[in-house]
């Protein structure tokens, strides 16, 4: 039973990469997961499962193993950008901060030391999320 079910979902898989575009159009085939994305170069891929495991080989080489209860998109692109960017103090002036937000939504006090943990930050216009470790 579960050797169908993955062949079923290998075989969707491959039927959707398919449709109206190949691999040769772009350059990267980007993996969505719960916890991000991973983009590898489209040339030479072979994609198979592995117990529950979808691997991305090229040239004999592993580029990646997700597992498949944890993929939740994947698609060519020609960009292997994610949409996060690393950020230093030194990018921005933590102190013009205007308003602080924890995941909740609540607003923290101003110049107060924030806990671990994740934020929204209002800095110059511009609203950032930001690890506190």
Do not use: C, H, W
């Amino acid at each position: 039973m579960m050797i169908m079910i993955k062949r079923a979902i290998f075989l969707t898989l491959l039927a959707a990469l398919t449709l109206g575009a190949t691999a040769g159009d772009y350059q990267y085939l980007v993996f969505t997961t719960s916890s991000g994305q991973q983009a590898v170069a489209a040339s030479n891929l072979t994609l198979s499962i592995s117990g529950t495991n979808l691997v991305v080989t090229s040239d004999s080489e592993t580029l990646a193993t997700i597992p498949l209860n944890d993929l939740t998109a994947m698609e060519f692109s020609n960009s292997q950008t994610t949409g996060i960017s690393s950020l230093t103090t030194e990018d921005l002036n933590i102190s013009e901060a205007t308003e602080v937000y924890d995941m909740q939504g609540r607003r923290m006090p101003s110049g107060s030391n924030l806990p671990t943990g994740v934020y929204l930050m209002k800095i110059n216009g511009r609203t950032i999320k930001v690890a506190v470790k």
